[in-house]
């Protein structure tokens, strides 16, 4: 085999995030940003996923809004998408269709151990439906039509990944290989950004305090406002100790990741000097970061055409992909094709 006849394949990657809201900068740090350096060296799809997001109850018109708003971030952050594939979960069918063939391989009780589903259906009591239940059914299915090699994904998804992980590795040794059993992607650096205002828990777009997490969209004053009203602990120092003082910490781990400073820089640099003088800097600092994104945010989201043309244009390249994989698996279940005769 020489490089001619079999052109060496780049290793795959897919992501995605739900359009439940607008993305904000522990997605920016923790996942986009890793994206963007990711897509020089590896054939990447990135999703969109719309079919996640109707596991719980969303306002139509508001989830239609809110998809574009999420596609235009990743062409914000720097997604490019001459180079990775963006799209929208449902326009390419074959989700759908591969999950339900997967979801008749995955075991009741297996899919009940998820603890993202407990977690979930405590939060949503009034509304736990089969959906949500078989949800990561579905983000096997996102993985494993485009053979991934490698997910980037946070700590909250990693038992997603490994139920994906055994039904891959089920099914091939059932039949014969057909999926690419993929590998869980841990960015090298941390980059876990906690909330503003309770500063243990994870900075999140759904968090019901606006103060605890900093959008995409948010202005440089309205940035700066939010740090400056972030809670800190009852020390003096800026001195990094995630530990007993999350808050400072937090604050300098921001601070560290974007100005690309590392954290025993940071308080040196900061020696001396009160929790008033670097909050001001923080807030500078995550508004010049974020400032650039935004701007771009605002003129990719107000040219819809485009993004349109982008979106189709990933659904079918998406799509020309995830057809080769169903037709196997179609196959190899034993559903009669007309090609079978
Ligand atoms: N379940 C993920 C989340 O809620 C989103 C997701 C869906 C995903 N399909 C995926 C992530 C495939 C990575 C790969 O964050």
Request: hydrophobic share 35%; net charge positive.
């Given at each position: 085999m020489n490089e001619q006849t079999q052109p060496q394949r780049k290793p795959v990657i897919l992501s995605g995030m739900q359009p439940?809201?607008?993305?904000?900068l522990g997605n920016m740090i923790g996942a986009l940003r890793n994206w963007v350096y990711l897509q020089e060296n590896y054939e990447c799809f990135f999703c969109v996923v719309d079919m996640h997001a109707i596991t719980v109850r969303q306002v139509p018109a508001e989830l239609r809004k809110r998809t574009l708003d999420v596609a235009a971030t990743y062409l914000a952050a720097g997604v490019d998408p001459n180079v990775s594939t963006v799209f929208v979960q449902s326009h390419v069918p074959e989700h759908a269709e591969l999950a339900w063939v997967l979801n008749c391989y995955t075991g009741f009780g297996e899919a009940g151990r998820m603890t993202q589903f407990k977690d979930k259906s405590e939060q949503h009591s009034d509304n736990i439906t089969v959906g949500l239940f078989t949800y990561p059914v579905l983000m096997a299915a996102d993985i494993l039509l485009y053979q991934a090699d490698l997910v980037p994904v946070g700590e909250d998804q990693k038992q997603h990944l490994e139920l994906t992980r055994d039904l891959a590795n089920r099914f091939n040794h059932l039949y014969?290989?057909?999926?690419?059993?993929p590998e869980p992607y841990i960015p090298q650096?941390?980059?876990?950004i906690m909330s503003l205002q309770e500063p243990t828990k994870k900075m999140s777009k759904s968090d019901s305090n606006q103060n605890s997490t900093i959008f995409l969209t948010d202005t440089d004053d309205v940035i700066r406002n939010k740090v400056k009203r972030a809670v800190t602990d009852s020390g003096t120092d800026i001195r990094y100790d995630s530990e007993n003082r999350p808050g400072v910490s937090n604050l300098i781990e921001m601070y560290s990741i974007v100005t690309g400073t590392s954290v025993a820089d940071v308080e040196k640099q900061f020696e001396g000097k009160g929790y008033g003088d670097f909050k001001a800097a923080v807030g500078d600092a995550v508004a010049d970061y974020i400032r650039p994104v935004r701007t771009r945010f605002d003129e990719i989201r107000a040219d819809v055409p485009t993004l349109t043309k982008i979106l189709k244009e990933g659904a079918e390249k998406a799509q020309h992909t995830a057809r080769r994989t169903v037709r196997k698996v179609y196959k190899k279940v034993g559903f009669w094709q007309p090609e079978d005769k």
């Open positions: 439940t809201s607008v993305l904000m014969s290989p057909t999926f690419t059993v650096s941390g980059g876990r």
